[in-house]
Nanobody
């Protein structure tokens, strides 16, 4: 059984930072692509950042480029999302997702596995 478990969310002031973690278990992910998505109230779920489990390529939404960084620790089976210079519009539930197939990295319908999400609130 595949499990993705997110952690690290919370309340932070504008301009602050948070680091989210996505711990993966239940199988090997050597051929998978892992993406962080987010969903704000009343909005569509959108891709934020993606990374190959094996390899160096990363992908970012334009709205977070230069502020967010995705990374992984293969030994810990964990993918991270470092979020800096947070804005109120970054407030959302953040999910990690994994897939073994192809397609546009930001297309949520191509992902096989999802975590339960972690709330990030940016507010003064």
């Amino acid at each position: 059984q595949v499990q993705l478990v997110e952690s690290g969310g919370g309340l932070v002031q504008p301009g602050g930072s948070l680091r989210l973690s996505c711990a993966a278990s239940g199988r090997t992910f050597s051929n998978h692509f892992i993406t962080w998505f987010r969903q704000a109230p009343g909005k569509e779920r959108e891709a934020v950042a993606g990374i190959y489990w094996s390899g160096s390529a990363t992908y970012y939404a334009d709205s977070v480029k230069g502020r967010f960084a995705i990374s992984r620790d293969n030994a810990k089976n964990t993918v991270y999302l470092q979020m800096n210079s947070l804005k109120t519009e970054d407030t959302a539930v953040y999910y990690c997702a994994a897939r073994s197939g192809g397609g546009r990295w930001s297309d949520r319908y191509t992902y096989d596995y999802w975590g339960q999400g972690t709330q990030v609130t940016v507010s003064s």
